[in-house]
């Protein structure tokens, strides 16, 4: 932050204000106080019979690795919402939501992941803009040496662990955690 | 948002950039893309003997009532420390978290809660700064009229609900629900 999106000065602090707990941009000329905080990328692990449907980012960054459909929550949305909203987009498919199974946080970089584990209506899917390509894995074939990002590991691995038992756990970790 | 936090530039448009799914500021000037995204509130649900301990709020909104401690999620902090860290400051208390009960929406004002239940250490509080008053509570005691958020009373009332199965539920609901 170099100017106050308020007012447009310079002439900014970086202080405790009082009553806070926590540093801050401050604004010196109109005194804004600019907040800063995690973001939420939301997202949802489609399931199809014994497969799991992963797509292949087009995107930057971990371009050409494989990923659980996910991306920043947008204003105005919902959490499950936007997980669907992902799916759509990245697969261009459609998931009715089962159960959250992650959360994940990268303090390092300001995210919290949310992730949940949903049905693939009817097994279809495509590619969306932002994916190479869009498959369906079964255990074995799950390409785990070019899994995207350490939350979608921490997802794939803890749901395939689970499949066996009835309960439908939610794990929580950070980063650099692929296993609760 | 009236400048440009990038170069100080006032020519600033609202729109989709390519490749993009949303409208957003965009820097004219120096095309900086300002993404605004939903904001996380944490929280926790003390829990001692057949009570809980909720806070009387002393800052607005809601000056006066009372609330389950919950607030902003801070950059470099997990979820769960962050709970920790609302007790801590509004209740001067220390809690062992046990389940995430809470993942509440309020689209409107872009905000997610996620709250958990946890044990109040030694069922030891204080009133921290942001509190007028902290209370252990019954469920017959509970100030329904006078609880500060729908998000508060949506895990209030699913945690007495649930006290009696053995099974911990994360519930899920949009304002204005209370209950799921």
Redesign the interface.
């Known amino acids: 932050?170099?100017?106050?999106?308020?007012?447009?000065s310079?002439d900014l602090s970086y202080q405790q204000p009082a009553?806070d707990?926590?540093q801050r941009h401050v604004c010196e000329a109109c005194q804004t106080i600019?907040?800063?905080?995690?973001?939420?990328v939301t997202g949802c692990l489609p399931v199809w019979e014994d497969k799991v449907l992963l797509c292949r980012r087009a995107i930057e960054p971990a371009y050409g690795l494989w990923n659980v459909p996910s991306g920043?929550?947008?204003?105005?949305?919902?959490?499950?919402a936007g997980a669907k909203r992902e799916v759509q987009?990245e697969a261009l498919a459609e998931v009715r939501l089962d159960?959250?199974i992650t959360?994940y946080?990268i303090?390092?970089i300001?995210q919290?992941y949310?992730q949940y584990v949903g049905h693939l209506i009817e097994g279809r899917f495509g590619v969306g803009?932002e994916s190479l390509d869009a498959q369906l894995f079964t255990e074995e074939n799950v390409p785990w040496d070019e899994i995207a990002f350490t939350s979608s590991e921490f997802t794939l691995r803890n749901y395939f662990h689970d499949r066996s038992i009835p309960r439908k756990l939610?794990h929580?970790a950070?980063y650099p955690a692929v296993r609760s």
Chains 1, 2 share one sequence.
């Open positions: 932050m170099n100017f106050c999106s308020n007012c447009g310079a009553g707990t926590h600019h907040y800063r905080n995690p973001k939420v920043y929550l947008e204003n105005g949305e919902s959490v499950r987009e159960y959250l959360l946080d303090e390092r300001n919290v949310l803009e939610l929580q950070s």
